[in-house]
């Protein structure tokens, strides 16, 4: 069965400091890998997805991911953070055994912003 | 359009009590899934339809139920609730059932049964 690891469960960062969240997956075949942003009362939104091809993901937000097979990870960055991002960040891996396009979501990592 | 819409937002029930949850997503989307989100646990699916009139158990659909009778809505049933069901509850829809096509959230209903 799939699995996903999101290591940290809280990072604080000052704003205009770069940002990686790490996500390390367990996947029998190719992984379709997601990440997700949950704002406060809010549901969640798509940040990137990856599925194939390029390794480097580039999603909304100024946010890029990358896949790297050898090491089972796809982690988020961004260059600059800005007190916007301060959110939850959800990994899942997504899997089509058994109909449907069902996500497997890690435990989530809350970011906080300092200004 | 307004993407994938639940009711209600809030809901305190009493242990016993059962109520429903209503989800509705105005994209003819074909698949539609409920998960639970539980502090440090992520989400986790509940039950998901892979089109109308059809369901299928996800990874905890233990003391749920749910219904698929028009294409556009997917209701999730609490018969006798109880508190370890307390949680924020999220439905999602997708076009197709591919691994790449994106789910698309709804608001949450947060739940708590005393």
């Known amino acids: 069965a799939q699995s996903v690891t999101q290591p940290d469960i809280h990072i604080t960062v000052s704003e205009g400091a770069s940002l990686e969240l790490r996500c390390n997956y367990s996947?029998?075949?190719?992984?379709?890998l997601f990440w997700y942003v949950q704002s406060p009362g809010q549901g969640l939104q798509l940040l990137l997805k990856?599925?194939?091809?390029?390794?480097l993901v580039q999603g909304i937000k100024g946010f890029e991911a990358e896949f790297k097979r050898s090491q089972s990870s796809f982690n988020l960055r961004k260059p600059s953070v800005h007190w916007s991002d301060a959110a939850e960040y959800f990994c899942?891996?997504?899997?089509?055994?058994?109909?449907?396009?069902?996500?497997?979501f890690g435990t989530g990592t809350q970011l906080k912003v300092e200004l | 359009n307004a993407g994938v819409t639940q009711t209600p937002k809030f809901r305190v029930l009493k242990t016993g009590q059962s109520m429903t949850l209503l989800c509705a997503q105005d994209?003819?989307?074909?698949?539609m899934y409920w998960y639970r989100q539980d502090p440090g646990m992520g989400l986790r699916l509940i039950h998901y339809?892979?089109?109308?009139?059809?369901?299928a158990k996800g990874e905890v659909p233990d003391g749920y139920n749910v219904s698929r009778l028009k294409k556009q809505n997917f209701l999730l049933g609490l018969e006798s609730a109880a508190p370890s069901q307390t949680s924020v509850y999220f439905c999602?829809?997708?076009?197709?059932?591919?691994?790449?096509?994106?789910?698309?959230f709804g608001p949450g209903t947060r739940l708590t049964v005393l």
């Open positions: 999602a829809s997708t076009h197709g059932s591919r691994s790449t096509d994106t789910q698309y």
């Open positions: 996947y029998g075949a190719t992984p379709y």
């Open positions: 990856y599925f194939s091809g390029d390794t």
């Open positions: 899942a891996v997504g899997t089509t055994a058994g109909g449907g396009n069902k996500l497997t």
């Open positions: 994209m003819n989307h074909e698949y």
């Open positions: 339809s892979v089109g109308e009139g059809t369901t």
